[in-house]
Each structure stands twice: as structure tokens, then as C-alpha cells.
């Protein structure tokens, strides 16, 4: 893409998200939603194929759809309340109506249907972009307006746990793994939004840090499937070797940092006497390391010990600028007993 | 302590950065010393209380024997892999052992660890490096499926008991093993605290394992590798009996009516597994039913809670950590000759490994409880335990010793007396290693025999 171009879409992108951070007025964080919306939709079908256009349509229709809700929303508000600020909403209605259509612009279950069609489509930065990007203006929304219909959030972050767990089991391709990786982090980051908001920002954080190295290693082995996985071993075999610990670092084992957020939020809910919910959230995590676990395996742990005699793909040499995935991935798998400064740094 | 936990997060170090003409040299060397440093820790000048290093990590005479059986374990396991990992590249070399310290380092900090949480996150984090040893070493196709039951199993059972750590946590206030035997939850007979009294156990009956939850145990033991199998047999299940054991402070008075099924399973489990060993093809198999057995009986030793069931359990878990592994090594030594661990196709090995059968006899003998090795002792002291809390107990017991019998002796009937089949007449002659590695493992059974003190416990 013309330089020019992709400079201009990457600032619109990050303005967009800037000006729903900076504001108080509803119009203007709906604004700012628009905006990034706008911005993404020419990276996501720069490559004109066919599936690429058909991700971009899908992923337009969605978040206008949501941004429209939004906007009824905070006009329903502004009629009920008089007034168009962000953290004064105090009537269900416009709170719950807020709260869903923020739920389809992140993609939680039971609003999660476009979030794999979409990701698969595109390649795999901008899938990145769009896993973690642009969650964070949605993000800021629902951690100001505090909602406090707590059945309305319980379900949808079960919900969302439970659906990223299974509609990930039948999956061979990797970016609809990592969609429905992504709904099931987001169920856990909802189920703790109304009793401890700096949870789920930490949540959010140590998500996005996790994700960025998993797909900077696939994109490192320029592949798109399980299967084709198998050959990174002797393309990169440090990155092959690290794989696993990421991936168990999303599946929430301990000692690596993954388990922190798990952690703090059971710990949050078990005190807020929601024990079975926890136990039922931590159970259906189990699910999600299943299919983490297979990849490493196609991955890692099958490595064949001996040489192979059919034909291995080129090893040319790579200029892949791979420093930010070492410190994401030293983040990843080191960052657990750092818990009790970084709870302190996000109750600040 | 740190005396020993440096060391071995600095052997980390070492391994990568040796000479690699004398890494294995180098890292046996270094685990020997950090083995022999262990042994400090069994001295306890007096017989109950706390010995701290920190506020983090602590032991006392029951974890002191467990800590030293890990450490020892390490040069065993070094001494064990060093054969079939010769021709793999030095890199592999180096992660596999690698993985082997830091196992080490996990299970010293499981062991050591003085707050609930602690020992829950080192409990955990023992499964990664053994997942990766499994899976990635193993020799066969079910290695993966192996490595999945083994992973899902335990972690099944242990989120819940994280749950019920917060639990207890949310309302108690602190997870200290200090104030644990001043703060039992209080009793109401709602079904959710039986619940929770399901949910503290059920991760370490998983990890024993009881006879009900225990499949992944068969799979992952066969699969593994043999430093892979060692370290499961002898350490890792104890996890499983010393997490129990830590736990049952707070699970008062409940445990009067709730362990019932759970000790009727254990016993029940003794006879079943004693009865397929009977049965098996597969010398591993056996073996790691075998362990099963032998776990069940610890398992009710524990949820019997008297001292004397204590005690048993405890030498029980010790003498077992060390016949397990040296049947394993015994069977490894089989394995790495006729690549295969059936059991007919290597029978008759005492006309051509004679020294060998000399270790197998003393190997059999120990699994079959044979007076006056601790074996016995931890079985005696439990199986009186169980008959004092009601008579009918002798029945399954007894039975369960007759089986563990039969099948040691089965096992070393098949393998070391009758013909020689021929194609067995050129085998390699033993290495100077595996009688070194055996002589290792069965030379601490034997001196425990004089001083059973070291290992039984607080409580006795």
C-alpha cells in the first residue's frame, strides 16, 4: 500500500481511539468509534481478494450495526436524563442497551458469530490489529459507564467463555483459533467488570501482550494452518521452542503470567460468594487449553529427532524485525511474580 | 535451603553454557553435590515444629523426607537418560536436561512452601516440563494422548481446588500452613460445604491417584521417558499424598462421614489394579499399576487420619518413590536392549544379565513389601490403622497384599528365570551406569531399615 496512504489510515486509527479515551460527551466517543471503524475497513481488504472483501463487508455491517445501538442508546439516555455525559448513566435501559451494543463491537458471545469469519479473512497483522486495537476504545467505554446489570454481564461473559472454548475445538485454521481465543479472554474480562474494573484493564493488558506474541510467531512462520506449523521447527527453532509456553500462557497454566489474571479473578468472584460461576469459568478455560495444546504439539512437540528425508521448505534468511516479539514473549511467560506490584500499579 | 535452591537454579546455567564434552559429567557432578547438601535437611533436633528459612519456605519432618527424595532423584535421573539421549543433538541434550532441573526446582518449592497458594502454583508448574518430557521425548504415537489425559486429568481436579483455596481464603483471611490448624472452616451441614470439602481433595486423589480417576496414570507412565517415568513414580504422585496431607488439617470435622466412599474406592482400587497387573503384557503397565496400588493404600492411610495411618503412609511414599523408580530403570534397562517393553519377548535374562537379576530380586522383594525393608513398615502401619477404624478393612487389605505379592513375583519370574528365548543370547552385557544407578536407588531403602526415624514423619 502507498506509504502515504497507510500512514494516513494508521493515524485516523489511532485518533479514533484517542478521541473516544478523551471524551465525556456521548456523541463524541461515538464519533471516535466511527472513526476507527472507517480507518480499519481499506486495511482490511487492501489485498482486493475476494475473502478479504467479504471479512471487510461483515466487519462494516457489524460495528455499524453497533454503533447505531450506541447511538440510540446515548439518545435514549440524553431524553431520559437531559444530559449527554458518559459517567452519569443511571437508568437500565440506556446502561443495557450500551452494554450490548459494546458487546457486538468486541465480540462477545452471544454476539460473537462475525469475530471468526472476519479474522480468518484477513491476514494476519491486520488480524492482529483487529484483536487488540481496536478492543481497547470499547474497552474504555464500558469500564466508565460502570454497568451494573450484573446478570446481563454474568451471562455474557459465561457465555462467551464457554462458546470460545468449544467453537475452538473443531478448528484447523489459525486465525479463527485465535478469534475464538479472543471471545473467550473477553468472557473473563466481563465477568469481573462490575465487581473490579482494574481486573479486567489487567485482563486486557496481559491479553493483548500474549496475543501480540502468538500471532508475530505465526507470522514469523508465514502460516495460516495447523498443519503448516509443523515445519517451523527447523525454520525457527528458538520461536518453535517458545511457542508452547505462549500458548499455555493463554490457556492460563501457572507459573507463566497467563494464570495471573485467572487468578485474580477467581479470587474476585469467590469473594463476591459467585464460587460456582468461578468454578464453572475455570473449567470451561480447560477447554480453550485443549485446542492450545494441540497446536503445540503439531508445533513443538512432535519434532522428528532424526533427519528427514522428504523436502524442507527454503530457509532464507529473514530480516523480521523479531525484537518485539522477544520482549512480548519474555512478558508472557515471566511476568507471575510481578502480580502483587502490578494489582498495586492498576489500583492506583 | 537457599543453599540448595541457588545451586540448582544456577545448574540451569550450567547446562547451557558446559563444555559440551562434559555436560553430563559436569551436571552429575553438580546434582550430586546439591544431593548430598540435601541431606542436611533430615537432621531435626527436635521431632515436631517448623524449621524456617523464610517467610516463604519452610520444612518439617514431613516434607524433609519428600525434599530429599527430590534431590536424590535428579543425579538418578541424569545417570538414567544419559544412554538413549547420546545420539540426540547437543541443543536437545541440553533442553531436555534442562527441563529436568527445573522440574526439581518446582517440586523444591512445592515442597518447601509454607502458604496454600504457593504450594498450589508449584503443583501446577511441576506438569509443565513434565507435559514437554512426556510428549516431546516419548517414543511412541500415544505420547500425545498420554501427555493430554495427564494434563486434563489434574488440572480437572485442581481448579476447583484453587476455588476452594479462595474460599477458604475469602472467609478465613490467611492460607498459612501456620494458622491452618487454628482456623478449621466452620461446620454447618450444608451441601455446599461438602462440596467444598470435595473440591480441596479431589485434585490430590487425582494426583495419587484413586483407583476411580486414575487412567491418566497408565498412559503417561508407559509413554514417558525414563527420567519422564522415575520422576512421575517417585515424586510427582507424592505431590498428590503431601498436598493431602496439609490440607486434611482444615477439612476436620467433616472427613468423619465424607472420606468413607473415598476409602472404600482406595482399598477397592488396591485389589483391582493388583488384579490387572496380574494380567499385563506390557512390563510398564505393570509397573505403573503397581504404583497405583501401592498409592491406593496411601490414599487411605491419609483419610484415616490417625498417626499411625500418617506415619505409614509417609514411609510408604518414600520406600515407593524409590522401588518404583528402580523397577522403572530396571525396565528401561530392558527396553533400551530389545526395544520393547513387552514382557514375554525378554524372559529368562538371568543366564545372560546375571548382576542385573540381582537387582531385580532385591526390586521385587521391596515392591512386595518384604520385612524388614520400610515398605512393609509403611504397609503395616496403615493396614493396622484401617483395621482399627473397622475390622472388614483386613479383608481388602489383606487380599491386596496377597495380590501386590503374586504380581512382584510374577513379574520377576517371567523376566529373569525360565529358558531363554533366543533371541536374547547376544544382548549388550550390563553398564557399570545402570548397576550404579540401582545400587543408588536401593542402597537408601536399605540403610532406612536402620533408621526408619528420618522418614516417618511428625507424628510417631
Known amino acids: 500500500m502507498n506509504p502515504y496512504i497507510l500512514t494516513i489510515l494508521l493515524f485516523a486509527m489511532g485518533l479514533g481511539t484517542t478521541i473516544t479515551f478523551a471524551s465525556s460527551h456521548w456523541l463524541l466517543a461515538w464519533m471516535g468509534l466511527e472513526i476507527n471503524t472507517l480507518a480499519i475497513l481499506p486495511l482490511m481488504c487492501q489485498s482486493h481478494h475476494p475473502r478479504a472483501v467479504e471479512a471487510t463487508i461483515k466487519y462494516f455491517l457489524t460495528q455499524a450495526t453497533a454503533a447505531a445501538m450506541l447511538l440510540f442508546a446515548s439518545i435514549t439516555n440524553a431524553w431520559i436524563t437531559g444530559q449527554w455525559n458518559l459517567e452519569f448513566m443511571s437508568y437500565s435501559l440506556p446502561t443495557t442497551l450500551v452494554t450490548v451494543a459494546l458487546a457486538l463491537k468486541i465480540g462477545l458471545a452471544p454476539l460473537h458469530a462475525w469475530m471468526p469469519e472476519v479474522l480468518q479473512g484477513l491476514d494476519l497483522t491486520t488480524g492482529l490489529i483487529l484483536s487488540t486495537w481496536q478492543k481497547l476504545a470499547p474497552f474504555c467505554l464500558l469500564l466508565q459507564i460502570n454497568p451494573s446489570n450484573t446478570s446481563l454481564l454474568l451471562i455474557l461473559g459465561l457465555a462467551s467463555t464457554l462458546v470460545g472454548g468449544w467453537g475452538g475445538l473443531n478448528q484447523n485454521q489459525l486465525r479463527k483459533i485465535l478469534a475464538y481465543s479472543s471471545i473467550a479472554h473477553l468472557g473473563w474480562m466481563i465477568l469481573v467488570l462490575q465487581f473490579f474494573p482494574s481486573l479486567t484493564l489487567l485482563t486486557l493488558l496481559m491479553y493483548f501482550v500474549m496475543t501480540f506474541s502468538l500471532f508475530i510467531s505465526f507470522k514469523v512462520n508465514n502460516s495460516t494452518t495447523i498443519n503448516s506449523l509443523s515445519m517451523s521447527w527447523s525454520k525457527t527453532p528458538i520461536i518453535s521452542s517458545m511457542v508452547p509456553f505462549i500458548l499455555l500462557s493463554l490457556g492460563g497454566l501457572p507459573p507463566l503470567s497467563g494464570f495471573m489474571p485467572k487468578w485474580l479473578i477467581l479470587q474476585e468472584l469467590t469473594k463476591q460468594s459467585l464460587a460456582p460461576l468461578a468454578t464453572l469459568a475455570a473449567l470451561s478455560a480447560l477447554l480453550s487449553l485443549y485446542f492450545y495444546l494441540r497446536i503445540s504439539y503439531a508445533m513443538t512437540l512432535t519434532m522428528s529427532p532424526n533427519t528427514l528425508l522428504n523436502a524442507l521448505p527454503w530457509r532464507l534468511p529473514s530480516n523480521q524485525h523479531t525484537l518485539p516479539l522477544a520482549i512480548t514473549t519474555s512478558l508472557t511467560i515471566c511476568l507471575l511474580p510481578l502480580t502483587p506490584a502490578i494489582t498495586a500499579l492498576l489500583t492506583l | 535451603m537457599l543453599k540448595i535452591l541457588i545451586p540448582s537454579m544456577f545448574m540451569l546455567l550450567t547446562t547451557w553454557t558446559s563444555p559440551f564434552k562434559q555436560l553430563w559429567s559436569t551436571i552429575l557432578m553438580y546434582s550430586f553435590l546439591v544431593a548430598t547438601l540435601s541431606l542436611t535437611w533430615l537432621a531435626m533436633p527436635t521431632d515436631t515444629g517448623w524449621f524456617y528459612i523464610n517467610n516463604y519456605m519452610a520444612y518439617d519432618p514431613l516434607s524433609s523426607p519428600l525434599l530429599v527424595l527430590t534431590c536424590w532423584l535428579l543425579p538418578l535421573m541424569i545417570i538414567a537418560s544419559q544412554n538413549h539421549l547420546a545420539e540426540e543433538p547437543e ?118 491417584p484413586l483407583y476411580g480417576v486414575h487412567l491418566w496414570l497408565p498412559k503417561a507412565h508407559v509413554e514417558a521417558p525414563i527420567a519422564g517415568s522415575m520422576v512421575l513414580a517417585a515424586v510427582l504422585l507424592k505431590l498428590g499424598g503431601y498436598g493431602m496431607m496439609r490440607i486434611m488439617i482444615i477439612l476436620d470435622p467433616l472427613t468423619k462421614e465424607l472420606s468413607y466412599p473415598f476409602i472404600i474406592l482406595a482399598l477397592w482400587g488396591v485389589i483391582m489394579t493388583g488384579s490387572i497387573c496380574l494380567r499385563q503384557t506390557d512390563l510398564k503397565s505393570l509397573i505403573a499399576y503397581s504404583s497405583v496400588s501401592h498409592m491406593g493404600l496411601v490414599a487411605a492411610g491419609i483419610l484415616i487420619q490417625t498417626p499411625w495411618g500418617f506415619t505409614g503412609a509417609l514411609i510408604l511414599m518414600i520406600a515407593h518413590g524409590l522401588t518404583s523408580s528402580a523397577l522403572f530403570c530396571l525396565a528401561n534397562t530392558n527396553y533400551e536392549r530389545t526395544h520393547s517393553r513387552t514382557i514375554i519377548l525378554a524372559r529368562g535374562l538371568q543366564m545372560v544379565l546375571p548382576l542385573m537379576a540381582t537387582w531385580w530380586f532385591l526390586a521385587s522383594l521391596a515392591n512386595l513389601a518384604l520385612p524388614p525393608l520400610p515398605n512393609l513398615m509403611g504397609e503395616i502401619m496403615i493396614i493396622t490403622s484401617l483395621f482399627n477404624w473397622s475390622f472388614y478393612t483386613l479383608i481388602l487389605t489383606g487380599l491386596g497384599t496377597l495380590i501386590t505379592a503374586s504380581y512382584s513375583l510374577y513379574m520377576f519370574l517371567l523376566t529373569q528365570r525360565g529358558p531363554i528365548p533366543h533371541h536374547l543370547i547376544l544382548l549388550e552385557p550390563s553398564h557399570t551406569r545402570e548397576h550404579l544407578l540401582l545400587a543408588l536407588h536401593l542402597l537408601p531403602l536399605l540403610l532406612l531399615i536402620a533408621k526408619p526415624e528420618l522418614v516417618w514423619g511428625w507424628t510417631a
Not at chain 2, 498420554?146 to 480437572?156: D, I, N, R, S, W
Not at chain 2, 477458604?168 to 460445604?193: D, E, I, R
Request: with cysteine.
Open chain 2, 91 to 208: 541443543n536437545r541434550q541440553r533442553t531436555y536436561i534442562s527441563l529436568l532441573i527445573s522440574l526439581q526446582i518446582f517440586l523444591i518449592l512445592a515442597f518447601s512452601a509454607t502458604e496454600m497458594i504457593m504450594f498450589y502454583v508449584m503443583f501446577e508448574a511441576t506438569l509443565i516440563p513434565t507435559l514437554i518430557i512426556i510428549t516431546r521425548w516419548g517414543n511412541q504415537m500415544e505420547r500425545l494422548n498420554a501427555g493430554t489425559y495427564f494434563l486434563f486429568y489434574t488440572l480437572a481436579g485442581s481448579l476447583p481446588l484453587l476455588v476452594a483455596l479462595l474460599i477458604y481464603h475469602s472467609s478465613m483471611g490467611s492460607l498459612s500452613y501456620l494458622s491452618l490448624t487454628s482456623l478449621p472452616l466452620t461446620c454447618s451441614n450444608l451441601y455446599a460445604n461438602k462440596l467444598w470439602w470435595m473440591a480441596c481433595l479431589l485434585a490430590f486423589l487425582v494426583k495419587m
